[in-house]
């Protein structure tokens, strides 16, 4: 292309056809201020600061306005230098100062660029964002109120990283800068690479502080060692540096145990080199008390009892057992092995819960040992995600699907169907997946973490469940009316498989017994929350709330007026539970009656809630049990809001000294022990919904 010349503040300059008179001028060493443009990016002329005279009647942005032969420029005219000035003065106005860059390195562009224009305060009323600060990311510090919108930050995540993250939201004063679609930045799909940082003008982002975390076990690693591994591809070098004590290589011989099931622990594996074998050492059995020779009351011995031999009507014939890696475990041998490019440890690192299994080096093995901060950041990273999502897809799909007992009909070559079309999404604890009375679209598998399905009523919100791994659902909207009938939401960091519905129609087509037993399933929770929301009507809902008392499918009660506190119910409890009571009679009151402390076998168990392997469940009765795969770790236990779960020792000389137990109704006899012991008829195990429904209307006819 030919040259053009111009003439820039009395200067004749010439510049190839084509270029900008910003261009023109920095070319040629003409200082021309600007916030909105770098160097190498495609001009917007969003801050206007750039402003010259160009032989027309207005003022142009010089970022924008080719230069043209002949092309007459000025940029320090009176004329020019006022618009300038009064435009910083109007970015000032909301702007806060000093803002973050300020106050940490004192390079703050505007600000600096207010300083040279002689402006110490502005003169138009302030008026800042009213987003106010983000502190959801664990690396970069978001201040909307000093964001000038000049939308570096944008073209950098897009342009210069591909991350395509960022962009705008909102239209005149309320517009500003969004991710994803208007997420907070800590659960968006933001990777962390600080491109954003470098390339804002201002306090808007900025780094977080050093956090201060430290592994005391393995080798520190570098960061430039660090980001020559693929898996940390477009990590941020300045958040590695920032953390570099919260990622170590861990080196392992043949043989060693790298970590132990039901222990607790915050950090994740990443296997570089080598092979490991991931098992249950805890023994598989319930347990099982056997009375002795001296009858009904009589001190009773806990023992490990096989699943053939104390057969459970309604248990799960579960073939796999979910565990924190990328694989499940069989039942019958549960043993799997994991390889280089396997993450083991998530939710232990993520969400705090115990370890799953037991982790053993099969051959000289190299870890990355990693804690949450860290983890978060290469759960974004695209690389590694990617990596992840296919050895799910590829190694464990087909068991995820299988292990729930309906599934099981499923042909392989249907799942097969199934493994580039399904989604795995990521949720952060407090997030909605589907909302009540949306329309649905898909079904959600839970592969990781813990949901939340709650019902909203008139007077209030009603929890229906707590689903784990190999919990589901969505299938209640897609088979009925196509709403969705309640809101499951993510209790804690959450990973979800997403089927479209188009597939889970041709799923329903294709396999009519799988249809069946969904239907089946569905008919009978619609029962359960129609049940619920007629008990709501008799009996106030916010006095079952607030005792709890709507979350019990049996209570045990004390009648007051009867009970002479001779303890007897306690006492036989304990002489039929190993000298341990599974009752303590003090507890909540309604009206005349005392809620004893003693298994409610709740509707929605909290207890559920965090088990690393899913052992204890409800029976389709809504009865809760522990499944023969407990692992011992207590945290059902320490979960229980009424402390009727305990850890009890049992007779065995396998690595496994306790399992937890909890009332079990002595379903081994015609009646509990503790309300049979009772000498005055004032102890009554009772369903909880009809007894108070029929309580209150007889009060109310009374």
Known sequence: ?????????????????????????????????????????????????????????????????????????VTDSEKVTSARKTLVDLLMADHPSPCARQQQSGDCELETLAKKEGITQSRFPQRLSPRGQDESSLVIAVDHEACILCDRCIRGCDEI?????????????????????????????????????????????????????????????????????????????????????????????????????????????????????????SQMGHVKSSGGATG??????????????????????????????????????????????????????????????????????????????????????????????ANYRRRALEDHLRSVPMFASLTPEFIDTLRDRVELIRYNKGDVIVRQGDLADAFYLVRIGFVKVTEKHSDGELVLAYLGRGGYFGEMGLLGEGRRTATCTALDHVEVVRIHADDFHRMMQQFPDVRRQLET???????????????????????????????????????????????????????????????????????????????????????????????????????????????GCGLCAKNCPYGNISMHPVESGNVAKRKATSCDLCTEHKEPSCVYACPHDAAHRIEPNTFFRNLVGKAENG
């Open 1 to 73: 292309m030919s040259d053009i010349k111009l003439t820039i503040d009395s200067r004749e300059v010439t510049v190839p056809a084509g270029t900008t008179v910003f261009d023109a001028a920095r070319m040629n060493n003409i200082a021309i201020p600007t916030l909105c443009h770098q160097q190498n990016e495609t001009p917007v002329g969003v801050c206007r600061v750039c402003l010259v005279e160009a032989g027309g009647r207005v003022l142009t942005a010089s970022c924008v306005r080719p230069a043209e032969n002949g092309m007459v420029v």
């Open 161 to 281: 990283k591909g991350n395509n993250v960022l962009g705008r939201r909102g239209k005149g004063f309320n517009s500003g800068i969004a991710f994803d679609l208007n997420d907070p930045m800590g659960n968006s799909s933001c990777v962390s690479c600080g491109e954003c940082m470098v390339s804002c003008p201002t306090g808007a982002l900025t780094n977080k502080s050093v956090v201060k975390t430290v592994l005391p076990e393995g080798e520190p690693v570098d960061v430039e060692t660090l980001l020559k591994l693929p898996y940390f591809e477009k990590v941020s070098g300045t958040f590695l540096d920032l953390n570099k004590n919260a990622v170590v290589l861990r080196r392992f011989k043949k043989g060693d145990v790298i970590c132990r099931e039901g222990e607790y622990g915050s950090t994740a594996f990443y296997i570089l080199e080598g092979t490991a074998n991931v098992f249950l050492a």
């Open 296 to 389: 009904f009351l009589s001190k009773l011995a806990s023992r490990i009892t096989h699943r053939q031999q104390d057969r459970r009507e309604g248990e799960s014939d579960r073939r796999s057992i979910p565990i924190d890696a990328s694989v499940d475990l069989s039942y019958d041998n549960p043993v799997a092995q994991l390889g280089a490019g396997d993450l083991f440890g998530e939710m232990t690192c993520m969400s705090l819960y115990p370890r799953s299994a037991t982790v053993q080096a099969a051959t000289d093995c190299v870890m990355l040992e990693m804690l949450r901060n860290v983890l978060d950041i290469m759960q974004r990273n695209k690389t590694l995600k990617a990596q992840l999502d």
């Open 521 to 631: 399933v569905a008919s009978r929770h619609t029962e359960q929350n129609q049940q619920r929301a007629a008990t709501a009507i008799h009996v106030p809902l916010s006095q079952f709330l607030t005792q709890g008392l709507m979350e019990a499918q049996s209570l045990l009660v004390l009648d007051l007026e009867k009970c002479t506190r001779c303890d007897n119910c306690t006492r036989a409890c304990a002489d039929a539970h190993d000298g341990v009571t599974r009752l303590i009679r003090e507890g909540l009151r309604f009206d005349k009656f005392l809620i004893a402390t003693s298994c409610r076998q709740c509707r929605d168990p909290l207890c559920m809630v965090g088990c690393p392997v899913g052992s204890i469940r409800r029976r389709n009765s809504l009865e809760v049990i522990i499944e023969d795969w407990c692992i």
